[in-house]
């Protein structure tokens, strides 16, 4: 039974201003409390930065190489990853759902390889999302793309979904092969999608000025791997972003396609989390791929 009288409680501190500590990422002071603690399910807290095992590419490309089955290739990484980019299919089928960690919900899609890619709409309802306990929905945005404006416009009615739910926005810049990959273009895109509602953006890496890009941001970014490097490559590109302010990665072919997955997505943790260089990591990667291989190689 709880005590009737809590005169004798004297504890206030009343000289101690309450503690009102800013959230740790980029841009996000001002969202909710669900939103930030879906956040913190996406972006360590520690580092304020992320890895993200992206391997939703089968969205419009079907069974890609080293994704040909889920459940032997990709399940043994998710421990070390920080969230998942998945579509719901995947997610229902082939993740357990005893995994704690955020996860980033492809939101888009529709077209596959053999048709125009920036004619997406948006593919899951906010239901969907909210049964799904996603922490993030994320959605193709194609600046300068034929489609840009109707990209434009799922981003944003999906920021709207999403911001009266407490579930962050992923804009992902999609870049188009007749679009110049420069930091130009980049700031172009990621500002417009940070300025239209986007919680966080991912784009590419450029090797030009690509500081300029996240420092006109003004919410985190993360970078795609892109196509599959050699391992010491994608360590050395993973370095670049996060010291030249990304807040993470969001990798995929470059991990599940590795000679050694295992091995590869803890060396880039040991990129994006502990500042290890690229030499470092490399060496961490070389070390641990002893014992390291593909499961359904075996
Ligand atoms: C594109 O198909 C997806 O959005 C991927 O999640 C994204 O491109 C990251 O994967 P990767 O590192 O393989 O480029």
Redesign the pocket.
Known sequence: MADADNTEAKNYAADVPMRSEPFFLKGSNNLDWGMKNRLAAIFNPSSGRTVML????G???GPTSGLERVDLNIVPLIQYADTL?LTRGILRTSIPPTYTRGIVL?ASGGPSILKELSNEEIAVSIDEAIRLNVAAM?V?VFVGGEHETRSVHNMTRLVDMGNRHGIATLA?T?VGTEMVRDAKYMRLATRMCAELGATYV?TYYVDEGFETVTAACPVPIVI????KLPEAEALQLAHNAVQQGAAG???????FQSDAPVAMIQAVRGVVHKNLSPKEAYDLYLTLKDGDEHPADS
């Open positions: 992206a391997f939703d590419h969205y419009f490309l980019m492809r994320a193709q992902v999609a991912k795609a791997g892109g196509k990665v969001d990798m995929g072919r470059n991990i």
